[in-house]
């Protein structure tokens, strides 16, 4: 069982970064790979990030790519995700995932805990 709490959320204007933050309990957090996805208003909740168990191998959505970064800190028990020149694109609620499953090459895999969320809105 894993527990996710993220942070970090909020009111940001376009062009600006911001960092989320995803909290994991459990003594075996260093077993999952984790991934961050978001869902708009009124759409699908899409894939946004993955990284692998140890950290090595990262993927990204093509909407993300060059502006969002994943990290993980496997010491602390967390999944960091770094968000750059923000667009109102980019407003969401961004979730934190974590899987057992092998991310495959596309981090696009089921994963098995969510966390709550945490909302970002970037305004024009």
């Known amino acids: 069982q894993v527990q996710l709490i993220e942070s970090g959320g909020g009111l940001v204007q376009a062009g600006d970064s911001l960092r989320l933050s995803c909290a994991a309990s459990?003594?075996?957090?260093?077993?999952?790979?984790m991934g961050w996805f978001r869902q708009a208003p009124g759409k699908d909740r899409d894939f946004v990030a993955a990284i692998s168990e140890n950290g090595d191998t990262t993927y990204y959505s093509d909407s993300v790519k060059g502006r969002f970064t994943i990290s993980r800190d496997n010491a602390k028990n967390t999944v960091d995700l770094q968000m750059s020149t923000l667009s109102p694109g980019d407003t969401a609620t961004y979730s934190c995932?974590?899987?057992?499953?092998?991310?495959?090459?596309?981090?696009?895999?089921?994963?098995?805990?969510w966390g709550q969320g945490t909302r970002v809105t970037a305004s024009s």
């Open positions: 459990g003594r075996t957090f260093s077993s999952y790979n």
């Open positions: 995932t974590a899987t057992l499953y092998e991310l495959h090459g596309t981090g696009r895999v089921p994963y098995d805990y």
